[in-house]
Structures are given as C-alpha cells and as structure tokens.
DNA sequence: GTTTCGGCATGACAGTTGTCACGGCGAGCG
DNA sequence: CGCTCGCCGTGACAACTGTCATGCCGAAAC
C-alpha cells in the first residue's frame, strides 16, 4: 500500500481527494493536513511515502512545508498541487525539493498515475508548465524590489512602505519604478499582477 | 437515485469531487461542465435532479448559469460552491435562483447532506456566511462604480478607464473617488482590495 | 411638482507617483 | 586594483491621482 499525505486547506476539496485516491485499492491517506505547519508533525507521526502539497497553504506556504519536509524525512517523496500554472512556482518549487509538480487542472486520472511514478523515483512536472517555466526563466526582481512591491500589493502607499521597510520615500519608488520597467507595467498596480501572474511574488 | 450534475473548472478537483459524490451510493453524477456556458445545454441534455456550481467558471460566472438554468430547468436546483467567503456573492447566488450555498471549505460529509436537503425543498446556506452576509449587507457601490472600480481593477490608469467606458477622465476619478470613500479606503488599489475581499467586484 | 438621487461633466487644487540624474557604500570578479 | 552590480539615498520635475465645488440632466419618490 502506498502511504499518502494529504495537505490541501479546503476541506470539502480535500476530502474528494482522498475519496478519489482510495479507489484506486493501493493508496491509503494516513495523515490529512489543512495547514502548511503541520504537516512536518504529521508526516513525522503517520510516516507518508508521499506527500501532496497544496502551494497555498495558511501558515506559511507549501514551498515551505516541502523544504521542512526534506529536512526531516528525507525519504518522503514530495508532490506538490496547485491551482494556478504560475511559472516561477516551479523553479521554487523543485528547488525547495518537490520530485512532482501537478496542476488541478489536469485530469483526476493522472494523480495515481504520478504518484506511482514519484515513488520509482522519476520527478514528474505537467509538461506546458515547465515550459512555460523555461519560457519566462526566473523572477528579473532583486529581493528588494520583490519585497517593495510585495508590500504594495496590498494597495499600501509609498509612505506605508517606507515606513513599514525602513526606508525613505525615495528609494522605495526607485525600487518600484525599477521594478515597473523590468516588467514592462505603466502602474506599481499592473506591476503586482504581472509578479503575481507569473508566480514572481 | 440522484442526478448531479457538475460544473467545475479544475479537472482535478471535479473528478475528486465525483468520487466523492459516487460513494454516497445513492449520487450518481450525470454530467460534468468545465465552462459556465456549457452548463445549460448539459444539463438540457441529462435532465439533472441538481447542479452544483462553482462560482468562479470561464465562460461567464456561475451566477449567470444558474439564472440561465433556472429558465430553462425550474425543475432542477441550483447548489453554488465556491471558495472563498465573499459575503456578497451569497446574496447574489439566491437572487440568481440558487437554492444553495457551500463554502470550499466545509466538511466533505456535508455536501452529500446539503444536496438530499435542497431536493427536499430546503434552501442551505452555510451558517457562518449566512451571518456575514448580513452582516456586511449588499454592496454599498452604484453600477458605475463598480464597473470603473473592476477596470481601475487590473492596474489601468484613469486614461484606460476613461477609454473603455467612453467617460471622461474627470468623471472616472469621480467615481474611483467616490468608491474609494464609501469603502473606506485611501487609494483606489486598496478600494480594490476590499471590494475583492467582500464579493463586490 | 418639488425633492432626491445617480450619472456625467468641468475646472481647480494639493498630494502622490514615476522618472531621471547624481552620488555613496559594500561585495564579487577578472 | 578597477569594474560592475545591487542597494540606499537625495533632489527635482512632469504626470497622474484624489478631492472639492459646481452645474446639468433624467428618473424615481414624496
């Protein structure tokens, strides 16, 4: 029997999930996680051949949880769900030690049939998004700009910034204009949906 | 037995919840949408007892398939599912004629116990957003506002939105100002923001 | 029939934002 | 070492944004 970790925050969607890996006779779900800190307990508790990370997770990310997850059960195979083909959360994702990278997109047929393959050992990625993930390459943002325009994603103004990462008003919009041109946004605005769109925030 | 019809667009999570449905026993799922424009002729088609609908569909909402279901198939009810806890979606799901209303994040038991009550004639709604609902009441934004807030939305300057509606650029600043006021926000990102948080937008 | 309200518009104003030029500091590199 | 690059800052300027006063129009409400 395959041992799985389920780690999804939605209840409703997480419940199917495992409904839907049961009937495949083989699968059992030992541990179900709604949130990203405690998976690590969990797994250390059910010992999971693999777990199924959703990316969005409360507390803390599901890039996180994976990396946690390398760390202390280095056997556990790492398969990570989410909704949207961002492309830089694939980069994030296997460098923070995924072995799979799946879509909810894709059809329910094919999340038996990575697990398997995960186990023998071969690193499974939805295929338009690793290329799409070679296509856009990584995040073109220095981490200063990443976190000014982080901070202005919430609709916070320069002065909020400023104050909230220490800096004077000037430089946050240097930041931000830089941050502007490298993504070819008019607007801090349309530069926080381009980041986000592309998996950069 | 039961007829289901399903409209969701992550294939994943539509097959999971199938699963799910069909282990009830007594649920059988008839059809299954990915697109909101699908889901009439669907349903034309499979005579379903209930369609359960994501909110969130290409192809126009799931509010607009279950106003356009309930002319077609008054016989059939409507269950809207979505993810997040948008109080205002809640008032426009029952004004569209849905007879349900379920949050992603309910227990999985529950679906099966909210589809045998709304064929019962029940109208479900989760109870905590029943409450936030009535809490937050409709949205406070006239049509205008709303629709240059949702163009202000993607990051467009005044001279986009101005554009696209064919007003002028002193009136769309009118309005974002007078949206911007009635939200409670500073800057028109933020008037965004909550107005996505509310269900509003 | 007068009042109220939403929509549309103009013009003016202060404040914010985006850009540019310039300089300084520290780290990595040929 | 000199060079580049990221980071931080200043000052200045044009453009954009948010607000306000004021006005006109049509529809709904009293």
């Known amino acids: ?17 495992k409904a839907l890996l049961e009937m495949e006779g083989d699968i059992v779900v030992v541990g179900e996680a709604a949130r ?7 797994a250390r508790e059910t010992q999971p051949h693999v777990a199924l990370l959703d990316i969005e997770l ?11 997850l390398r760390e202390s059960l280095p056997e556990c195979r790492v398969v990570m769900l989410t909704t949207f083909g961002r492309p830089g959360y694939v980069q994030r994702a296997l460098a923070a030690g995924a072995h799979g990278f799946l879509l909810k997109d894709a059809p329910a047929a094919e999340l038996a049939v990575a ?20 296509q856009e390459g990584p995040s073109p943002l220095t981490q200063r700009e990443s976190e000014v325009l982080a901070a202005a994603a919430g609709g916070a103004t320069t ?14 919009r240097n930041h931000l204009s830089s941050a502007i041109q490298k993504l070819g946004a008019r ?5 926080v949906r381009i980041a986000k769109e592309r998996g950069w925030l």
Chains 1, 2 share one sequence.
Request: glycine fraction near 8%; avoid cysteine.
């Open 1 to 17: 029997m395959i041992r799985v970790l389920l780690a999804e925050d939605q209840a409703l969607v997480r419940g199917a999930l």
């Open 36 to 42: 990203a800190d405690e998976v690590v307990p969990l």
């Open 58 to 68: 409360p507390g803390g990310s599901g890039l996180i949880a994976a990396a946690a």
């Open 115 to 134: 697990i398997r393959r995960v186990l023998q050992g071969q690193r499974v990625v939805a295929p338009d998004l690793a290329l799409m993930a070679l």
């Open 159 to 172: 002065a909020d910034i400023s104050a909230s990462l220490h800096l004077s008003e000037g430089t946050v």
């Open 187 to 191: 607007t801090r605005t349309e530069a």
